[in-house]
């Protein structure tokens, strides 16, 4: 379940690089970062929801806050939660 859930957020991460502006694509890619990480995390430990792996992506993302200046946290912040509703919605 993590490991297709995993695929479906990169595929649509993947499905924007040819429209995408250049902060989207910064986005992107750090999010794919992030995404893949804590579906490996679930995967050690067991984790087969969804919620909780969407769960472990935000706490990732709030603990390399100070890796991205304000506006571009508000740049992932917004593509991490259009790609978690694109996902689940499909």
């Known amino acids: ?3 297709q859930y995993e695929e479906k957020l990169l595929t ?3 499905q924007t690089v040819e429209t995408a502006s250049d902060d989207e694509l910064f986005a992107g890619g750090y999010l794919r970062g992030h995404i893949s990480l804590s579906a490996a995390k679930c995967e050690l430990e067991g984790i087969a929801n969804v ?4 769960d472990l992506v935000e706490k990732s993302l709030a603990d390399a806050q100070t890796e991205l200046a304000p506006a571009d946290q ?3 912040k917004a593509m991490w939660d259009q790609l978690q509703q694109s ?3 499909s």
């Open 51 to 54: 919620t909780q792996m969407n």
């Open 87 to 89: 996902a689940l919605s």
């Open 74 to 76: 508000v740049i992932v």
């Open 12 to 14: 649509l991460i993947d």
């Open 1 to 3: 379940m993590i490991q």
